[in-house]
């Protein structure tokens, strides 16, 4: 409903709100700062807030081959901090529960970025998230037909389908790709299941999360991440949840090496080459994102970690790890 941005004026740098009012497209001041570098990442995490509390309630839920609207329940967390852990606790659906947790992530590092300006731009920031949340919540109450109160100048108007948002948070959370692949991930298992697939979902995304560069790379609809750190010796690792529904389904690592198509050619001197997996390993139980974080920051510390896990022969644990090697695929 509302696009976020930063103009230069007077020495200082204003956070503008661009939305569709009564008028048309207007823009007005939410505050400024006398630091620029402050403002980036404060009108990032403002971006993010807005799609993620606007998208969801301007597309239909097609599961099941059938038209409804998702819930409207997350827009409380954009000014009720209590209400921010009910972002994390649902499981309506693996891309509804998905968009929450980017919400909740977004509204974490808004409050992170405001610790460090005066508490006039954070009360500015506040009143910023109020007029959204009040805009939205009034928009879906005449959409629903139960909303009668006067237009205000301030108005911002929302559109089913059309959002006035600034959506690419970088990992196409929001795409219409990554909701029917969840979908489609999700279809035909039962409320149980969906918890649990839902739970794996957030361990994965919150551990990717606290991973630093472009190294490491999140499958969402598939649920993996894919790890690669530069000077790994052409190692590579996945971290893999179940199949939703899948009963006998666990957790998996694996640790695999690119080989050369051409066999008379050295890792990195070849212009193709193939993944081949050497090493997996079955996890007794599903783990929390601080393990699965720690996996992550211990690879990325040292690459060739890499390469000394995959001589681990069966029955072992990595070193350092409780994990253990539960099958090998070289000879």
């Keep these: 409903m509302t696009i976020y941005s930063q103009h230069a004026n007077r020495g200082k740098t204003q956070i503008l709100a661009t939305y569709q009012g009564p008028d048309g497209v207007t823009s007005k001041t939410v505050t400024s700062l006398g630091d620029s570098r402050l403002a980036g990442p404060i009108v990032d995490a403002l971006n993010r807030i807005s799609a993620f509390s606007t ?16 819930p409207r329940k997350h827009l409380a967390a954009l000014t009720d901090s209590t209400a921010r ?11 509804y529960e998905y968009v929450c947790l980017r919400l909740h992530q977004a509204l974490a590092d808004l409050e992170n970025e405001l610790g460090a300006v005066p508490d006039t731009v954070s009360r500015a920031i506040s009143s910023e998230l109020e007029l959204e949340k009040e805009g ?14 006067p237009e205000t100048e301030e108005a911002r108007h929302w559109d089913f389908g059309h959002p006035f948002v600034k959506h690419d948070d970088g990992m196409d959370t929001l795409s219409d790709e990554t909701r029917e692949h969840l979908d489609r991930r999700e279809a035909g298992i039962s409320t149980e299941e969906r918890q649990k697939a839902v739970a794996d979902l957030r361990v994965l995304v919150t551990a990717h999360s606290r991973c630093t560069g472009m190294w490491a790379s999140l499958d969402d609809p598939s649920g993996e991440i894919f790890a690669e750190p530069y000077d790994s010796d052409g190692f590579y690792m996945t971290v893999q949840t179940p199949e939703p529904g899948d009963d006998d389904g666990s957790w998996e690592i694996e640790i695999g090496r690119w080989e050369p198509d051409d066999p008379d050619e050295e890792y990195g001197e070849h212009s193709s080459a193939t993944g081949s997996t050497v090493i997996r390993c079955v996890l007794p139980a599903a783990p929390d994102s601080d393990e699965v974080a720690h996996l992550l920051k211990a690879v990325e510390e040292k690459p060739l970690l890499l390469a000394q896990w995959a001589e681990t022969p069966v029955g072992a644990a990595l070193a350092g790890t409780a994990i253990v090697v539960t099958k090998r695929y070289d000879s």
């Excluded at 998208?55 to 998702?70: M, N």
């Excluded at 852990?85 to 693996?94: I, Q």
């Excluded at 939205?136 to 109160?149: H, I, M, P, R, V």
């Design 85 to 95: 852990a009910g972002l994390l606790s649902g499981a309506h659906s693996l891309w």
């Design 55 to 70: 998208v969801p309630v301007s597309v239909h839920d097609r599961r099941e081959q059938r038209a409804d609207y998702y």
């Design 136 to 149: 939205l919540c009034a928009a879906l109450d005449e959409f629903s037909g139960n909303f009668s109160g």
